[in-house]
């Protein structure tokens, strides 16, 4: 069982940005496709955002212009860059494999946009 940690949630007005980090272990970093996840109260959760190991990303249609994904390499980390945050955006977030797929969630960490 592969243990992710997410960090760099918080508090932020609309229009804001926020920059979730996400360790990787090395062992899996450049073989698989990594994902950043989120759950709002009430809702499924879903996928936001993913980058395979050569970096090619797509995003769901709801953050497309405003979340940006992006790996290191060296330090075996996964990035979600928000940029002009909404309210609709509060959630937790969470990174994870998207293939292969996990059943294993961490604790995430929490976005909220609000005024």
């Known amino acids: 069982q592969v243990q992710l940690v997410e960090s760099g949630g918080g508090l932020v007005q609309p229009g804001g940005s926020l920059r979730l980090a996400c360790a990787v272990p090395?062992?899996?970093?450049?073989?698989?496709?990594m994902g950043w996840y989120r759950q709002a109260p009430g809702k499924e959760r879903e996928l936001v955002a993913s980058?395979?190991?050569?970096?090619?990303?797509n995003y769901a249609d709801s953050v497309k212009g405003r979340f940006t994904i992006s790996r290191d390499n060296a330090k075996k980390t996964v990035y979600l860059q928000m940029n002009s945050l909404k309210p609709e955006d509060t959630a937790v977030y969470y990174c994870?494999?998207?293939?292969?797929?996990?059943?294993?969630w961490g604790q995430g960490t929490q976005v909220t946009v609000s005024s």
């Open positions: 994870n494999t998207v293939v292969p797929r996990s059943t294993t």
């Open positions: 090395g062992s899996i970093f450049s073989i698989v496709i």
């Open positions: 980058i395979n190991n050569i970096g090619l990303t």
